[in-house]
T-cell receptor, first 114, second 114 residues
Framework: AQSVTQPDIHITVSEGASLELRCNYS??????LFWYVQSPGQGLQLLLK??????LVQGIKGFEAEFKRSQSSFNLRKPSVHWSDAAEYFC????????????FGTGTKLQVIP | KAGVTQTPRYLIKTRGQQVTLSCSPI?????VSWYQQTPGQGLQFLFE???????NKGNFPGRFSGRQFSNSRSEMNVSTLELGDSALYLC?????????????FGPGTRLTVL
């Protein structure tokens, strides 16, 4: 069975600093990988996804993620964080078949300080 | 284009009662999925509807049911509520079912069971 681990429950960064959120997955084949963001009182919004091809994926809001098969990781990065990036971030792994096959991580809550 | 709307946004019920949640997808979207989000279990897939048919189901007891109407609006019903059903229930819509077309999430219904 597939699984996702987000080792950091809570991260605090200063505005303007770089950000890296960690995600490790377990899956037997090449997975589908996703990063979502959830702002307070909002639903989830897809930041980016990886299905195949280039292992460096560009997403919305200046985010990117890199798929590293050897490390079973799909870390999310942003070079300069803005106060509006404060939210909860979810990594997810999927298998062929659709969203019923997606397993979500437990999330990392990002706090941005001035 | 209006986003996914969910009603009500907040709901308080007591154990043993039943509840119905509503979701209106983005215009033109025919697939609606439901998720339960709790601090302990994270985000878990409940079921997916497409063209008024349940296409996929997660690992939840039969107390959780849903339906979809001809206009793609969907309702989710939970009978005989338990304390553990307290959660944020998210609805997501996409153009098609069973694929990885982007899902758009609503803000959720916060259900509290007392």
């Amino acid at each position: 069975a597939q699984s996702v681990t987000q080792p950091d429950i809570h991260i605090t960064v200063s505005e303007g600093a770089s950000l890296e959120l960690r995600c490790n997955y377990s899956y037997g084949a090449t997975p589908y990988l996703f990063w979502y963001v959830q702002s307070p009182g909002q639903g989830l919004q897809l930041l980016l996804k990886y299905f195949s091809g280039d292992t460096l994926v560009q997403g919305i809001k200046g985010f990117e993620a890199e798929f590293k098969r050897s490390q079973s990781s799909f870390n999310l990065r942003k070079p300069s964080v803005h106060w509006s990036d404060a939210a909860e971030y979810f990594c997810a792994v999927g298998a062929p078949g659709g969203y019923q096959k997606v397993t979500f991580g437990t999330g990392t809550k990002l706090q941005v300080i001035p | 284009k209006a986003g996914v709307t969910q009603t009500p946004r907040y709901l308080i019920k007591t154990r043993g009662q039943q509840v119905t949640l509503s979701c209106s997808p983005i215009s033109g979207h025919r697939s609606v999925s439901w998720y339960q989000q709790t601090p302990g279990q994270g985000l878990q897939f409940l079921f997916e509807y497409f063209s008024e048919t349940q296409r996929n189901k997660g690992n939840f007891p039969g107390r959780f049911s849903g339906r979809q109407f001809s206009n793609s609006r969907s309702e989710m019903n939970v009978s005989t509520l338990e304390l553990g059903d307290s959660a944020l229930y998210l609805c997501a819509s996409s153009v098609e079912a069973g694929t990885y077309n982007e899902q758009f999430f609503g803000p959720g219904t916060r259900l509290t069971v007392l």
